[in-house]
């Protein structure tokens, strides 16, 4: 049963279910579900023209900050307290 457990955690990241941003894998692409809104980390993101639905690739995670790019090509720095507010999924 406990075996049972855990393949169906890691299966719901599969089928669909979002993660904070600082969850994803070098070389992972991600499609942004939700972010705050608002003042903050959504008007930060929105600044940069992340917003929900837009894929972004995961370059590097370095357990603190993530360098990700987006679609346009663009490169940024993401720390680990912004990541973790940035839900996405896989695929």
Same mark, same amino acid.
């Given at each position: 049963m406990g075996q049972e457990g855990r393949c169906g955690a890691s299966q719901g990241k599969r089928n669909g !279910? &979002? +993660?904070? *941003? &600082? +969850? $994803?894998?070098? $070389?992972e692409a991600l499609r942004i579900a939700r972010m705050p809104p608002g003042k903050g980390v959504?008007?930060? *993101? !929105?600044g940069m023209g992340i917003q929900p639905g837009d894929t972004v690739l995961v370059v590097q995670n370095q357990g603190g900050s993530l360098l990700i790019e987006t679609g346009a090509g663009s490169r940024f720095v993401? @720390?680990? @307290?912004? !990541?973790?507010?940035i839900f996405v999924t896989r695929g």
């Amino acid at each position: 049963m406990g075996q049972e457990g855990r393949c169906g955690a890691s299966q719901g990241k599969r089928n669909g !279910a &979002s +993660f904070p *941003l &600082s +969850f $994803g894998r070098a $070389g992972e692409a991600l499609r942004i579900a939700r972010m705050p809104p608002g003042k903050g980390v959504g008007e930060r *993101l !929105a600044g940069m023209g992340i917003q929900p639905g837009d894929t972004v690739l995961v370059v590097q995670n370095q357990g603190g900050s993530l360098l990700i790019e987006t679609g346009a090509g663009s490169r940024f720095v993401v @720390g680990g @307290g912004m !990541a973790d507010k940035i839900f996405v999924t896989r695929g």
